[in-house]
């Protein structure tokens, strides 16, 4: 059937620059680029194209330039192109637009609307550079109260404490699966999280047997509604372990890793037979109910002695901050909450764009509705879905989170540039993907490097930040919205933060 | 093929001579789930490798805690009760309840064997992925549900009853045998719902209408009948009270359910 979508980019290649290396026919996995011996000359078929930019990185000549094409269509506020365009896609094909990455669309970015406070006269502020900055924090359960018996000056705490993460910056690197993504890349976010002091976390993948010894110790191993991998081993030799109910991108719904995508490798990773689909079902079927949570909850205590915390991650959707509040109730000792933004490596375009709530108004409710209940010390919250920026983690932590989750930000680290074309499994940048000549293309130690220097990077802005609030401890910034100030944002949006407005 | 299974774990003694030589005894009357699981522990890290649970009474994940890097082994027989989860993510050990089991038996267990000389409830065997679980009498619902198989592992569930709704659902791997024992007509809807692997054997037979969409009902072939033949054996093994021949069984037809793709979602998207 003839397709009537337009090409969604333009590829101009300027003849005069091209040297025909024939590079760009080689990076492009989507076959945009062709060598016609008979011209000698590279014809690209912008249909073809995905908007990676792979090819204008890395032509040697700067010769290619890949634009966005303007809508062909008459100019029409309700009919969007995007809007026609997945209709007729659907229209020839009859089927569920699927696509990767997070929620695209203009939903209010409330970071951008939240202004920081700093010191000015009184209160000094303090320089990072100069004086100690504490951005070392604990996940998991604190308890109701401290019993401490001090003896010649020692200190000795009675009270028996909860298994605890200890992250040296508040950033975790969010759960991205071996299978969704290359081993390369997998593998570089451990190395990265390793060096930098902080945890991955397995996604639903499982962790390949060679990494456990190295990397199990920054690792948050999840278990979802597939269990794909899980055995008393995996569950054992992690730091902490995830019970993933939902996801942002994709609240509700489960998930496909479809058999293409399942190698030999991810297949043992998985332990499952490769070349079948890897079916996660949209809920665990063995949760029907919080009291139910509460028994997968502790099998996992009981799995793993007692001796790490287990974390819930749920997506933001409405009414979430009572069922959180259950969660801390069935023992969880990290809630992870997972905005509208949320990214992933496959979802229908439709749950991506239209479920959730946004991350900004989710962390706030989560943070109020445990205080009021006189249970915020139990668990943790990390918060994500949707964080860019280090000024996005100092608002996350100062609305109520503990520590953020990055996925997204962790992928453009190494090299991702949002083409949104993760389901096709063809990702040019080898992260994406697990056609091993891709895969390939992603040093583990230039990514790992790049991502250790984000962290670093976005650790000392914050110390930034912070200092200039005369604050000097993350535990001092954590749900204080004395600091945060709205601006352009309607009086329910500044209650639902609980922040006042700018000059206030 | 499935008789990779041959090697089997020595069992424990099933004519209530359970408290054999070396076997330790624990009464858990008034013991929390906790304090009942630390026990057991302990008396596997002290090298105990036969336990003997008296008095149990819904104390939950009875055998759940006993992964040990050195995969040590442990035998339990269980008097009374068991709770919910009992050998989720079992590593190895193998287990006997004298008497009924309650919800989630075997949750995402890797390997080792359970008996339940009575019934249990639902969700079990979900998720997992090796070992075997004998059940004498029924099951409740979604049992076995995405079950999966790797390589050498490949789970065994027989139920000497039937079950309810949602048997193998989403079913990714392994086998299930339900005999119908005491001519017990299998009534169960939504059976396989989603199935993309492994194999269902039912003695009797069932309606159309009961199955998922997603799978096919067929005659047992010759493969077929040498799994059905091994397991039943091992099943009239396990339970010499119920006074039932293998051949005895094996004279009724079985069906067999199985996924029509390994793909099942491979046309939905655009």
């Not at chain 1, 991998?229 to 995996?234: F, H, N």
């Not at chain 2, 949602?166 to 169960?188: D, Q, R, S, T």
Request: hydrophobic share 35%.
């Amino acid at each position: 059937m003839k397709s009537f979508v337009f090409p969604e980019f333009r590829i101009i290649r300027d003849e005069a620059k091209c040297g025909q290396c024939r590079g760009c026919e080689r990076q492009c996995a989507f076959g945009t680029h062709t060598y016609d011996p008979v011209q000698d000359r590279l014809i690209s078929d912008d249909y073809k194209c995905a908007g990676c930019q792979r090819c204008v990185v890395f032509c040697p000549k700067n010769a290619i330039e890949v634009r966005p094409t303007p809508s062909p269509y008459r100019a029409n506020a309700s009919w969007s192109r995007e809007k026609m365009e997945d209709l007729k896609k659907q229209a020839e094909t009859g089927g569920v637009i699927l696509t990767g990455c997070g929620n695209d669309k203009p939903f209010r970015v409330y970071w951008d609307h939240i202004v920081l406070n700093a010191s000015q006269v009184t209160n000094p502020s303090i320089d990072p550079l100069r004086e100690p900055m504490e951005l070392r924090t604990f996940l998991g359960a604190k308890p109701d109260v401290m019993e401490v018996k001090t003896d010649k000056g020692d200190v000795e705490i009675r009270t028996k404490l909860s298994p605890n993460l200890v992250v040296e910056t508040p950033i975790l690197f969010s759960a991205m699966s071996y299978g969704a993504i290359s081993y390369n890349a997998f593998r570089s976010l451990a190395t990265a999280a390793c060096k930098s002091g902080t945890y991955f976390n397995t996604g639903e993948g499982g962790l390949p047997k060679e990494m456990r010894e190295k990397f199990g110790k920054c690792a948050i191993v999840q278990v979802a509604s597939g269990r794909f991998g899980i055995d008393a081993e995996y569950l054992n030799c992690a730091s902490a372990v995830e019970i993933k109910v939902g996801q942002g991108a994709k609240p509700g719904i489960g998930g496909h890793l479809p058999g293409e995508k399942v190698s030999a490798e991810v297949a043992s990773t998985r332990m499952i037979p490769a070349g079948t689909d890897a079916i996660s079902p949209a809920p665990h079927h063995d949760i029907y109910s919080i009291e139910d949570l509460s028994m997968l909850i502790y099998a996992l205590k009981e799995a793993t002695n007692y001796e790490k915390p287990i974390s819930v991650k749920i997506a933001a959707v409405h009414n979430f901050a009572a069922i959180g509040s259950g969660i801390v109730r069935a023992g969880a000792d990290i809630i992870a909450i997972d905005g509208l933004r949320g990214g992933t490596g496959a979802a229908p375009k439709a749950i991506r764009d239209n479920v959730g709530i946004p991350i900004e108004l989710a962390i706030s409710s989560l943070d109020r509705r445990l205080r009021n209940e006189g249970i915020r010390n139990r668990c943790s919250i990390i918060a994500a879905g949707g964080i860019r920026c280090s000024a996005d983690i100092v608002k996350a932590v100062a609305l109520g989170a503990d520590a953020v989750y990055i996925g997204t930000s962790a992928l453009i680290a190494m090299g991702c540039n949002l083409c949104q074309k993760c389901n096709t499994g063809k990702c040019n940048w080898g992260i994406c993907t697990q056609d091993p000549r891709l895969a390939g293309r992603l040093s583990v130690d230039i990514a790992s490097q790049r991502l250790a220097n984000l962290i670093q990077a976005w650790s000392h802005e914050i110390s930034e930040m912070m200092g200039g609030m005369g604050i000097n401890a993350l535990e001092s910034l954590r749900g204080n919205r004395d600091h945060l100030r709205g601006v352009g944002l309607y009086e329910w949006e500044l209650e639902v933060m609980g922040i006042k407005g700018a000059g206030e | 093929m499935a008789m990779a299974h041959n090697a089997q774990p020595q069992l424990l003694e099933t004519t209530g001579s359970g408290e054999s030589m070396d076997a330790v005894e624990v009464d858990a009357t008034n013991l929390a789930t906790k304090e009942l699981n630390d026990r057991l522990r302990e008396l596997m890290l002290s090298g105990v490798e036969k336990v003997v649970l008296r008095n149990v009474c819904g104390q939950r994940y009875i055998g759940t805690r006993l992964y040990t890097p050195e995969h040590r082994k442990m035998d339990i027989e269980i008097y009374g009760t068991p709770g919910n989860d009992l050998a989720a993510f079992l590593f190895g050990h193998n287990i006997r309840v004298h008497a009924n089991a309650q919800d989630g038996v075997g949750n995402t267990m890797d390997h080792g064997e359970i008996v339940v000389e009575g019934r249990a409830g639902d969700v079990l065997g979900f998720s997992m992925r090796g070992g075997k679980i004998f059940v004498r009498d029924s099951v409740g619902y979604r049992t076995a549900l995405h079950m999966k198989e790797y390589e050498d592992k490949k789970p065994v569930v027989v139920i000497g009853g039937t079950s309810q709704d949602f048997l193998g659902e989403y079913m990714a791997g392994g086998i299930v045998i339900l005999l119908g024992l005491g001519g017990k007509p299998h009534k169960g809807n939504f059976l396989g719902t989603g199935m993309h692997g492994g194999v269902i054997y039912l003695r009797g037979t069932v309606d159309k209408t009961q199955v998922g969409g997603q799978v096919d009902i067929s005659p047992l072939n010759d493969a077929d009948k040498e799994i059905v033949d091994h397991y039943v054996s091992e099943f009239v093994q396990r339970f010499p009270d119920l006074g039932i021949g293998k051949e005895e069984i094996l004279k009724s037809d079985f069906i067999r359910l199985s996924a029509k793709s390994k793909r099942p979602y491979v046309k939905l998207y655009a």
